[in-house]
Antibody
Framework: EVQLVESGGGLGQPGGSLRLSCAASGFTFSSYEMTWVRQAPGKGLEWISYISTSTTTVYYADSVKGRFTISRDNAKNSLFLQMTSLRVEDTAVYYC?????????????WGQGTTVTVSS | IQLTQSPSSLSASAGDRVTITCRASQGIGSSLAWYQQKPGKAPNLLMFGASILQSGVPSRFSGSGSGTDFTLTISSLQPEDFATYYCQQLNSYPRTFGPGTRVEIK
């Protein structure tokens, strides 16, 4: 079964750090580009980051640029999001998603999400 | 690239035909996807390439458009279709989403 499972969410302090993980299974992780998408409570979806298969190319939304770092470990079938300088507005459910080139780069496989709450 | 959706919400009855519009701030060809999201769940891909139905998605869903104007149509609304629908542009980074359209039961 193709699956993505996020972990690492929880309570973070403003100005603090958290590291999210996404464990992939059921497919050849190293062959797929990956993304992170978040959703603040009661709000819409926000694309926040992308990483290529070989990690040579990464992109970020302006809202997280310079504070968040996306990375991956293909040997461990894992995707990561290092979050620093946390802000209250980073409070959201964070989803990892697989980019499918066969679907014109849409995201067909999503994790269940992990909740990040930033509060003092 | 900014995306707008209209309406932001709508109330409809089962069996109704529903049309949701997504407009891009600049031309994106056919690089548009549509997702359905139900409360507490991850989004589900419905359509990509503006009009290509994802495998397993009922044929009552259809998409059209290119350039800057796109539509998602549900030909006969079913109880399981009450959800929020998002468009996403796949033409350039950042891969922006539209603000969503909530489809509610009338």
């Amino acid at each position: 079964e193709v699956q993505l499972v996020e972990s690492g969410g929880g309570l973070g302090q403003p100005g603090g750090s958290l590291r999210l993980s996404c464990a992939a299974s059921g497919f050849t992780f190293s062959s797929y580009e990956m993304t992170w998408v978040r959703q603040a409570p009661g709000k819409g979806l926000e694309w926040i980051s992308y990483i290529s298969t070989s990690t040579t190319t990464v992109y970020y939304a302006d809202s997280v640029k310079g504070r968040f770092t996306i990375s991956r470990d293909n040997a461990k079938n894992s995707l990561f999001l290092q979050m620093t300088s946390l802000r209250v507005e980073d409070t959201a459910v964070y989803y990892c998603a697989r980019v499918d080139n066969s679907y014109y780069f849409a995201m067909e496989v999503w994790g269940q999400g992990t909740t990040v709450t930033v509060s003092s | 690239i900014q995306l707008t959706q209209s309406p932001s919400s709508l109330s409809a009855s089962a069996g109704d035909r529903v049309t949701i519009t997504c407009r891009a701030s600049q031309g994106i060809g056919s690089s548009l996807a549509w997702y359905q999201q139900k409360p507490g769940k991850a989004p589900n891909l419905l359509m990509f390439g503006a009009s290509i139905l994802q495998s397993g998605v009922p044929s009552r869903f259809s998409g059209s458009g290119s350039g800057t104007d796109f539509t998602l149509t549900i030909s006969s609304l079913q109880p399981e279709d009450f959800a929020t629908y998002y468009c996403q542009q796949l033409n350039s980074y950042p891969r922006t989403f539209g603000p969503g359209t909530r489809v509610e039961i009338k």
